[in-house]
């Protein structure tokens, strides 16, 4: 199999590279309509949120402008504070209305393949390009979860980790809103078992 033919030109170059000599069992973008709808509910939560942010800021500054207008030192002090206050959380609004569409383009732009030795993506980024990677040999468990058109989303569970609080986390790799997820299921786990006969034979 070869890579799509939808596929952009820059996202290509970077498989080939990442994945050289690996024949291609399987390759697919995901949906970046289905990623967008996905994040949806945080831009509408962003929108009151970033409504009331703005408000504030406005009566902040009206307020600033007041009591700076009075002479008085400590009041502007005052305002001036209450102003600064308020832009962090209209920064936060700011980013929680793009988060929609910075995740469909960064959808949009990855690319997962399942070769005949490993399962693994592909994404263009700003700064260039980030390769993810999980073994046949670490994975412990899959968990499928498919839609009517056959679509769905792929979890590969490969370990447990702990986080900065020390409680156990676990490790694993999602390929999301991906087509075909059956096929790619079936496909992961032929790796996995030809990984553990390789091994039991060594």
């Known amino acids: 199999m070869t890579l799509p033919s939808d596929l952009p030109a820059d996202l290509a170059r970077a498989a080939a590279g990442a994945f050289p000599g690996e024949p291609i069992r399987w390759a697919g973008r995901p949906s970046s309509r289905a990623a967008f709808w996905r994040a949806l509910p945080i831009w509408l939560f962003a929108i009151p949120w970033t409504a009331f942010a703005l408000f504030w800021e406005a009566m902040a500054i009206g307020g600033a402008l007041g ?4 002479g008085s030192e400590a ?10 206050f308020g832009l962090p959380f209209i920064a936060v609004g ?10 469909a383009r960064r959808t949009a732009r990855t690319l997962w393949l399942v070769t005949t030795r490993r399962v693994g993506s592909v994404t263009l980024t700003a700064s260039g390009v980030t390769i993810r990677t999980v073994w046949p040999h670490d994975l412990l468990a899959m968990e499928c ?5 056959g679509s769905g989303t792929l979890k590969l569970i490969f370990g447990e980790g702990r986080d900065s609080d020390g409680d156990k986390v676990e490790r694993s790799e999602t390929l999301g809103h991906i087509p075909e997820v059956r096929r790619v299921e079936a496909l992961v786990r032929q790796l996995a078992d030809d990984a553990k006969a390789a ?4």
């Not at 009591?67 to 009075?70: D, E, I, N, Q, V």
């Not at 091994?199 to 060594?202: L, N, R």
């Open 75 to 84: 009041s502007s002090t005052f305002g001036l504070v209450f102003t600064l």
């Open 199 to 202: 091994a039991a034979a060594t």
């Open 145 to 149: 979860r498919e839609r009517r058109d």
């Open 94 to 103: 700011i980013v929680l209305m793009g988060l929609p569409f910075w995740t």
């Open 67 to 70: 009591l700076a207008g009075r």
